[in-house]
């Protein structure tokens, strides 16, 4: 049976399909480039990843929370920032793939990362699909009627499980490439960038639960190292 996606930004419905459409052939090549005889295997692997990583955004937003179902959904979007850090390490990959060949070889490292990649793989999206409707890509600043605040599951072990599954699965992309420079740069950029952004959430989040919240901070860390997210007081 063929599943009818409810969205709200039916005239982008072409776009849409365009990008499912992209994502799956990159998902396909990157799997034919995995199963090959060739020095870019790890690349292959790299490729399947990113590419079910932007569907399954997608996919499991229309699954959980279709009410905020749009063309944004699949991350393909989210920042300048983010498609000038892709195209810095494609560029690392096949620069240093040219220059020093055997760097890109080390098979226990892009396992490693690969392992990285499917476990924040799977945090996120069990994230996602634990909040359900309280799940949102984007920071709420006013809190919608039904908007509850979900501490059980994986909310158990970290205030924010999908921004931990997405800063592990993002440096385990660069481990699997053996791309040494976009990894430093990849994990500090991401530090900064889930540091800003969770300070940001958890005034909102205070705002809508007051003591409810605070107590969940002082039993529940934000899952990320040396970040503490915006302490409240009540």
Known sequence: MTRIIKTRDAPNLYKIGVRAGLLGNAF???LLISFSNT????????????SFFHWSEYYTTSV??????????????HSREYKIAAVASWTEFTLEWLVFPGLKQFKWLSILGLILVIGGE????????TARS?????????????????????YQYFRHPSYVGWFYWSIG???????????????IVSWRFFRQRIHEE????LNFFGEHYVDYQKETGT??????GYIGRY
């Open 28 to 30: 396909g090549i990157g």
């Open 39 to 50: 020095t870019w295997t790890h690349f292959g692997w790299y490729l399947t990843a990113l």
């Open 134 to 154: 309280n799940f949102n890509h984007y920071v709420q600043h006013i809190k919608q009627h039904d908007h509850q605040l979900v501490t059980h599951g994986v």
């Open 173 to 187: 992309t660069q481990i699997i490439l053996c791309n040494p420079i976009c990894l430093v740069g990849y994990t």
């Open 223 to 228: 899952g990320l190292p040396f970040i503490k």
């Open 202 to 205: 958890e005034i909102s989040l």
């Open 64 to 77: 959980t929370n279709s009410r905020s179902l749009t063309l944004e959904s699949y991350l393909l979007d």
């Open 122 to 129: 799977v945090l996120r999206k069990t994230s996602m699909i």
